[in-house]
């Protein structure tokens, strides 16, 4: 009896070890084999690579292209509010100006990065939501070299869900390919480059965690910029009213009537909307800190670091810093930028709400398109103010937002109100 046990138990762990070693084979040999060979007969080749997105003209046609997703989706967005007014008392509506701007938003990236809106793009949404939650809860976990890699029980759920991410961007990049369309968007872009003899080529998963980066860094942070520009607005009353005259009046195409979506050349001359983003960034920076890790022995302001410590950069404390930008650091004023960035400060590297260096943002421009795009539109059709509902409690999850939304109070403008 205790034989048969003995061989069933060395069976058992036999079985075991052997499904264990073909679920590895298959993880780390097998599958991504495949997934390069099924990419090279596309012709997409493997690495090394460097971050290439084409040539500054085709990257100049996705801002084109972004602008006027952007204008789109912000129509529909001012359609579903005129609904609301029409619904309620048809004078106004309350709405949450923070869920419109994530939908929006997200509607814009999903077709920037894939061309189309997409089911499974919502999907990788809400599990990089997910992922969200659970790296910051990850924060707060011991500093033990090698603890992410453990098989916790959150360790497990953010590796599902990465998996999860990974096969449904895969399937909408095949998607793609099968298709054979070759658009204005980051994976056409990215195909493009690839046939191209003057650039490296992009491996497949290269292509996939470019989709990724872009994904997770674009949705969030262009919907937060415009929830606490939407909110700063309702704050300073006269900065609303200085807007809308200089969207007015720079808005206009021949016939009087300014067109919903506004050119990059129009979006130029709106100089004071671009002075208040700054500031609404400087004051709201999305990211509180930044995190650098020293490469080598360093001394910074005569402090000696050793080779891989850790430095937190407190952007919102220095945004705020008297010693930077003056006396009235604390306050809101977007003249502060008028002449410009530099002018606004004492210190080069003052503004880091986009961080700077190499490793700076390179989505500034797309954010600044986006959201002046939507505020144009919205400043033209829409007058608005706080609703007594909204809680003022910034919270940092990974970027600072307000915690419980931002709820508007929305009207139509009358007709003389346009002028
Ligand atoms: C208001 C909007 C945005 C803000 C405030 C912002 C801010 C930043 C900051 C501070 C960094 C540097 C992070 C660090 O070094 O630790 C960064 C990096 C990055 N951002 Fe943005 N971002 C915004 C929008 C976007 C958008 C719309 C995209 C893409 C479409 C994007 C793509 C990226 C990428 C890919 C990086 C990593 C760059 C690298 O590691 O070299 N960002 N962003």
């Not at 084999?33 to 500054?56: C, H, K, M, T």
């Not at 997703?69 to 967005?77: H, N, P, R």
């Not at 050793?306 to 950069?313: A, N, W």
Request: proline letters at 4%.
């Amino acid at each position: 009896m205790e034989a048969t046990m003995v061989v069933m138990v060395h069976a058992l762990a036999a079985i075991l070890t052997l499904w264990l070693i073909s679920r590895s084979l298959w993880h780390l040999v097998w599958r991504p084999y495949a997934f390069v060979g099924w990419f090279e007969r596309q012709g997409i080749r493997g690495p090394p690579y460097r971050f290439v997105l084409g040539s500054l003209w085709e990257m100049k046609q996705m801002l084109i292209a972004e602008r006027a997703m952007t204008g789109e989706s912000t129509q529909k967005m001012i359609v579903q509010w005129c609904n609301l007014i029409e619904k309620g008392d048809g004078h106004q509506a309350k709405i949450d100006m923070g869920c419109y701007a994530e939908e929006l938003t997200l509607g814009v990236i999903e077709r920037v990065i894939f061309g189309a809106h997409y089911k499974e793009a919502r999907e990788v949404f809400a599990e990089g939501k997910e992922i969200k939650k659970l790296v910051v809860h990850a924060l707060a976990d011991p500093r033990i070299p090698g603890f992410r890699y453990l098989p916790t029980r959150r360790n497990f759920q953010a590796w599902k869900l990465d998996r999860s991410i990974t096969s449904k961007i895969t399937r909408l990049i095949k998607e793609r390919l099968a298709s054979g369309v070759d658009g204005d968007d980051l994976i056409g872009l990215m195909l493009r480059a690839n046939k191209s003899e003057e650039v490296e080529s992009l491996s497949s998963d290269d292509m996939i965690s470019e989709c990724k980066t872009i994904f997770a860094a674009g949705q969030d942070t262009g919907a937060t910029l415009l929830t606490w520009g939407m909110f700063l607005l309702t704050i300073y009353p006269e900065w609303k009213e200085r807007l809308r005259e200089e969207v007015l009046r720079e808005c206009r195409d021949d016939d009087g009537e300014a067109p919903y979506i506004n050119s990059i050349k129009v979006l130029g001359k709106l100089k004071l909307l671009n002075m208040f983003l700054l500031e609404t960034l400087r004051l709201y920076s999305l990211l509180p800190f930044l995190l650098r890790k020293t490469a080598s022995d360093t001394t910074l302001a005569n402090i000696k670091f050793r080779k891989g410590t850790m430095i937190t950069i407190p952007v919102m404390t220095l945004h705020r810093s008297k010693e930077i930008w003056g006396l009235d650091a604390d306050e809101f004023n977007p003249m502060r930028f008028e002449k410009g960035v530099l002018g606004a400060a004492n210190n080069t590297y003052a503004m880091l709400a986009f961080s700077c260096g190499p490793r700076g943002c390179p989505g500034r421009n797309y954010t600044m398109i986006e959201v002046q795009t939507v505020m144009t539109m919205i400043l033209r059709r829409f007058s608005f103010s706080l609703s007594s509902q909204y809680v003022h409690m910034p919270r940092n999850f990974i970027s600072l937002a307000p915690r419980y939304g931002l709820p508007l109070i929305v009207r139509k403008l009358m007709d003389g109100e346009k002028k």
